[in-house]
T-cell receptor, first 114, second 117 residues
Framework: DQQVKQNSPSLSVQEGRISILNCDYT??????FLWYKKYPAEGPTFLIS?????DKNEDGRFTVFLNKSAKHLSLHIVPSQPGDSAVYFC?????????????FGKGTLLTVNP | DAGVIQSPRHEVTEMGQEVTLRCKPI?????LFWYRQTMMRGLELLIY????????DSGMPEDRFSAKMPNASFSTLKIQPSEPRDSAVYFC???????????????FGPGTRLLVL
C-alpha cells in the first residue's frame, strides 16, 4: 500500500529546458510535503517543501506546486542543469500531533543532458 | 557541522552473522530516524527516536532487527542473525522541530551499504 507514488521511474531532459517531476499521494491526512535530491553514494538532501496551506512554493530554479483536491504535487526545475541529474524523492508527512514520520515515494531518476 | 555520520560505509557479511550499523546525529537534533532503501520498496522508515526514546518502531521488519539510542549522540541498528534479504542501503537521519514555526527537515547520513551473502 504505497501512500506516496512517483509513477515515472526516470525522466530525461535537455539542458536549459524545464524538468517536471510528479508525485501523487493517497493519504488525505498528509499536510506537509518535501522533495529530496539524492546523488549516487550519498544520502538524500532536502531540496524544497510546501505546507498544505499553500499551493506553490518557490526557491530559485525550483518550484513545488500542490493540488490538494487531486492529491498531486509536482516539482519544476527551470532551467535544468546537468548538475541537477540525480534521483528525486517526494515525501509527505502527517505532522499533526507528535507524528514526524516521512513517507517517501520510490524516486524519479532525472537525467539532464548537456 | 560534520553532518550525520554513519559507519561503516560498506559491510559485507555472511548469512547468520550479526551486523551493527552506527550513527552519530547532528549535534542538537532531537529526532533520529533509521531508513532502509531497496529497489523494490524504496525508502522505508524502520524506527525513529525522540530525545533518545523510541517513538515508532512499526517499520522494523522482524525481531531480528533492533535499534538503540543510549545517548543523544549515538545510535545503533543491529541485525541478528542477518539474512540475504536484508541486503540494502541503510540510512540514518536526524532533525529538530521548531515548535510553532513549522515542520521538520531531515538530514541524512551517507548510508551504509550492506550485503549479506
Amino acid at each position: 500500500d504505497q501512500q506516496v507514488k512517483q509513477n515515472s521511474p526516470s525522466l530525461s531532459v535537455q539542458e536549459g529546458r524545464i524538468s517536471i517531476l510528479n508525485c501523487d499521494y493517497t493519504n488525505s491526512m498528509f499536510d506537509y510535503f518535501l522533495w529530496y535530491k539524492k546523488y549516487p553514494a550519498e544520502g538524500p538532501t532536502f531540496l524544497i517543501s510546501i505546507s498544505s496551506i499553500k499551493d506553490k512554493n518557490e526557491d530559485g530554479r525550483f518550484t513545488v506546486f500542490l493540488n490538494k483536491s487531486a492529491k498531486h504535487l509536482s516539482l519544476h526545475i527551470v532551467p535544468s542543469q546537468p548538475g541537477d541529474s540525480a534521483v528525486y524523492f517526494c515525501a509527505a508527512s502527517d505532522s499533526g500531533g507528535s507524528n514526524y514520520k516521512l513517507t517517501f515515494g520510490k524516486g524519479t531518476l532525472l537525467t539532464v543532458n548537456p | 557541522d560534520a553532518g550525520v555520520i554513519q559507519s561503516p560505509r560498506h559491510e559485507v557479511t555472511e548469512m547468520g552473522q550479526e551486523v551493527t550499523l552506527r550513527c552519530k546525529p547532528i549535534s542538537g537534533h532531537d529526532y533520529l530516524f533509521w531508513y532502509r532503501q531497496t529497489m523494490m520498496r524504496g525508502l522505508e522508515l524502520l524506527i525513529y527516536f525522540n530525545n533518545n526514546v523510541p517513538i515508532d518502531d512499526s517499520g522494523m521488519p522482524e525481531d531480528r532487527f533492533s535499534a538503540k539510542m543510549p545517548n543523544a549522540s549515538f545510535s545503533t541498528l543491529k541485525i541478528q542473525p542477518s539474512e540475504p534479504r536484508d541486503s540494502a542501503v541503510y540510512f540514518c537521519a536526524s532533525s529538530w522541530v521548531l515548535a510553532g514555526v513549522g515542520k521538520e527537515t531531515q538530514y541524512f547520513g551517507p548510508g551504509t551499504r550492506l550485503l549479506v551473502l
